[in-house]
């Protein structure tokens, strides 16, 4: 029963969280103005890329251009792919050289200059192109690079495909088999991934399964002859699913569609091994194949929409006075409490898709001077006409100000910051912006019933709401409002669709106390829906992204291509 191993994955299967990139990005790559290092010539540039591990933090080499001779103003041709990752704050580096021998050794060769920056960033940009000046020659000015990205074409499809089956084995002993079909996609390491479940289908041995859709990317990775490998099983109550047989495909083979090349004899490699006569364990066949197109996030940012991303504190007494160690506000000057490493995570990344920086942070649940009056919604900086602070770093110093100036109260009511931002995310009905709001909370919900009904009506707006939960509390309360098991409702109406995230900041706590992974990781499986939520309030709307502005063609190109 070799396929056993994979059956415990095969019940927990989430294809959510099976890490997939969002898509594959290919990156551009031009100077201008590089430092002159050869006497009798100009320099011969070649640029190398370095990927920071997150955990580690170390660089890893991940590619090179070409070498371009005599030219300080080089236009790479050769590109590099990376795989994107919305909910991934990826670290890049780029090096460069003047190349003066064959050595592929770095050393060997004079540094140019480099330039650091996130993936994210450059996808964020305008019309996602960066241009950074090249630092780390001190005491010189090492010219401009220029990186632009594109995403691959064959990321955004999405297959719709239908099976069914004739003969296959008869398992149970009293019925037919209950038969389902489970989908492998083969890594680079030669393993196997699961990416897609069928239904099953009661009481046959010819079964007709549902039609489905699957990312390309889900199903080989946007590479069309890598190996597809399909498992039949018979479903038993218990999760002791039988194995009837498998076999194995490709992209390109399926793309033929319904012929006699996509009708499959489906082994078990045991029988096989036992009886001499034995021929198959019954048949698939493919009924139908088609590709559809759709939009991607990458479209929409990259024709112009922009991410507003509004924080809310929660600064209820129950929290703990922030003097003291215990409390979750405490102001440790060594290192970040769970508020400010929540905040951090998240709204790293998020800038980089927020063109101005500007960040409206909010609190709730204390009594603010002078009359000590009880706020749900108070500005950190003060201004409540004005509630923007500059950049993540300025929500951490609004944040830390104002836990000196408030006394911490209560009740946690979550609708008065939620109603905040759909006010802002109420009238904007043509896709040009889409809202994020992180609410960090200690715990038990006060303002439930108002809550629900809020974020049922936050719905139908541009807007998601991510809820980090710190501290030791009970969360059952949040779970409710995530909406992934049973769609919140209100008064009898549902939500039109899923926009709550909600994650226990505990469950990502590194216990060796590395905080940057404990970060990553909390950043990861908060930001990881976003996208789709985004792409279920565009598609609902019919919204198309914008025309993505026209690339950018460098000076003096054009006299490159006469000459």
């Not at 959510?16 to 990139?21: Q, V």
């Amino acid at each position: 029963m070799e396929s056993f191993r994979n059956m415990a994955s095969i019940g927990d299967f989430d294809p959510i969280h099976a890490s997939i990139p969002a898509t594959k990005v290919e990156i551009t790559i031009s100077c201008r103005n590089l430092l002159d290092r050869d006497t009798f010539s100009k320099s011969d540039p070649i640029c190398v890329l370095y990927l920071q591990g997150i955990g580690t933090k170390e660089w890893r080499e991940t590619g090179r251009t070409e070498v371009i001779d005599n030219t300080l103003n080089p236009d790479f041709v050769r590109k590099f792919i990376l795989d994107y990752f919305f909910e991934e704050r990826q670290n890049l580096r780029f090096d460069l050289y003047d190349v003066d021998s064959k050595s592929s050794n770095l050393s060997k060769h004079d540094f140019l200059g480099q330039a650091f920056c996130t993936l994210g960033e450059i996808v964020g940009s305008q019309g996602s192109r960066l241009e950074k000046p090249l630092v780390g020659i001190p005491g010189k000015k090492c010219g401009a690079i220029i990186l632009t990205a594109e995403e691959l074409s064959n990321c955004r499809d999405v297959v719709v495909m239908q099976f069914c089956a004739n003969k296959l084995d008869k398992k149970d002993f009293f019925g037919k088999s209950d038969p389902f079909l489970v989908f492998f996609r083969s890594n680079e390491d030669g393993t196997f991934t699961i990416c897609h479940k069928t239904e099953v289908v009661k009481n046959t041995l010819n079964p007709v399964w549902q039609a489905f859709s699957i990312p390309v990317r889900a199903l080989c990775n946007g590479d069309f002859d890598r190996t597809i490998k399909m498992e039949v099983y018979d479903w038993d109550r218990d999760g002791s699913h039988d194995f009837i047989g498998e076999f194995t495909t490709s992209y390109r083979e399926l793309s033929r569609g319904q012929s006699q090349f996509n009708v499959y004899e489906v082994l078990n490699p045991k029988k096989k091994e036992k009886k001499k006569k034995y021929i198959n364990s019954g048949t698939v066949t493919l009924l139908s194949f088609a590709v559809e197109t759709e939009s991607t996030f990458l479209d929409f940012i990259k024709g112009g929409t922009q991410i507003n991303f509004t924080v809310a504190i929660d600064f209820t007494a129950s929290n703990g006075h922030p003097a003291q160690p215990t409390s979750l506000h405490y102001m440790n000057p060594y290192q970040l409490n769970a508020y400010a490493m929540a905040l951090k995570a998240v709204g790293e990344i998020i800038q980089d898709y927020d063109s101005d920086k500007m960040f409206p942070a909010l609190g709730f649940g204390a009594k603010l001077p002078p009359d000590g009056r009880i706020s749900h919604e108070f500005a950190l900086n003060g201004n409540p006409q004005n509630p923007y602070c500059q950049g993540i770093e300025g929500v951490m110093e609004s944040y830390y100000r104002t836990l000196k100036t408030v006394q911490l109260y209560g009740p946690t009511n979550f609708a008065p910051v939620i109603n905040h931002v759909a006010r802002y995310a109420a009238p904007i009905e043509d896709g040009s912006q889409y809202f994020i709001l992180l609410i960090i909370t200690d715990g038990v919900i006060s303002d439930m019933a108002q809550t629900k009904e809020s974020i049922v009506n936050a719905a139908c707006f541009p807007m998601s709401i991510i809820i980090v939960g710190v501290g030791p509390a009970e969360f059952d309360a949040m779970e409710e409002l995530d909406g992934d098991e049973i769609r919140i409702s209100s008064r009898g109406r549902y939500a039109e669709r899923d926009i709550v995230q909600f994650v226990p900041f505990r469950d990502y706590v590194d216990r060796t106390g590395n905080h940057v992974l404990s970060m990553a990781r909390l950043a990861k499986d908060v930001l990881a829906e976003i996208p789709d939520q985004f792409l279920s309030y565009m598609k609902s709307r019919g919204i198309k992204p914008s025309p993505a502005p026209p690339p950018y063609t460098p000076p003096g190109h054009l006299l490159q291509t006469q000459i």
